[in-house]
T-cell receptor
């Protein structure tokens, strides 16, 4: 069975500092990997995804994540955060079998301080 | 703007009421989902419809009754709920033979008194 572990429940960081949100997964088959972001009182939005090809994927707002198969990780990074990045971030995995179950991690609360 | 629309955004109901949550998408997706999210928790899968047929029911109590009238619409009928059912209910859709990438609505915040 697949599982997702987000190692940090909360990450406080000062504005313009770099940040890394960690995600590890476990699965017996190949997977697709996702980061979703949830702003207060809103639904989840896809931030970025790894489907195949280049192991480094980027979002339009400066986030990037790197798929590391040997370490079964998909950590999210941003070199300089903004106050507006304050949100809950969920790492998620779905298996290549084409089923409907996307497994979410417990979430990491990113809190950007001025 | 989200391409998955949920109504109402907020709902307060008593334990004896009957209400419904509605979800609509026009992306041509053939899989639609209901998730339940409690505060500070990840979304929990409740139901999945594929091509308008119920594909997954994650052992959800019968007081929650899903319905998929057509490929664009998904309803969640609520009856005799408990206070612990208060949560954010999220609708999502995905391409049937896709990657599992989900498109979420903004959710319906349900409070059961």
């Amino acid at each position: 069975a697949q599982s997702v572990t987000q190692l940090d429940s909360q990450v406080p960081v000062f504005e313009e500092a770099p940040v890394e949100l960690r995600c590890n997964y476990s699965s017996s088959v190949s997977v697709y990997l996702f980061w979703y972001v949830q702003y207060p009182n809103q639904g989840l939005q896809l931030l970025l995804k790894y489907l195949s090809g280049s192991t480094l994927v980027e979002s339009i707002n400066g986030f990037e994540a790197e798929f590391n198969k040997s370490q079964t990780s998909f950590h999210l990074r941003k070199p300089s955060v903004h106050i507006s990045d304050t949100a809950e971030y969920f790492c998620a995995v779905s298996e290549h079998t084409g089923g409907f179950k996307t497994i979410f991690g417990a979430g990491t609360r990113l809190f950007v301080k001025a | 703007d989200t391409e998955v629309t949920q109504t109402p955004k907020h709902l307060v109901m008593g334990m004896t009421n009957k209400k419904s949550l509605k979800c609509e998408q026009h992306m041509g997706h053939r899989a639609m989902y209901w998730y339940k999210q409690k505060a500070k928790k990840p979304p929990e899968l409740m139901f999945v419809y594929s091509y308008e047929k119920l594909s997954i029911n994650e052992s959800v109590p019968s007081r929650f009754s899903p319905e998929c009238p057509n490929s664009s619409l998904l309803n969640l009928h609520l009856h005799a709920l408990q206070p612990e059912d208060s949560a954010l209910y999220l609708c999502a859709s995905s391409a049937r033979q896709g990657t599992g990438e989900l498109f979420f609505g903004e959710g319906s915040r349900l409070t059961v008194l």
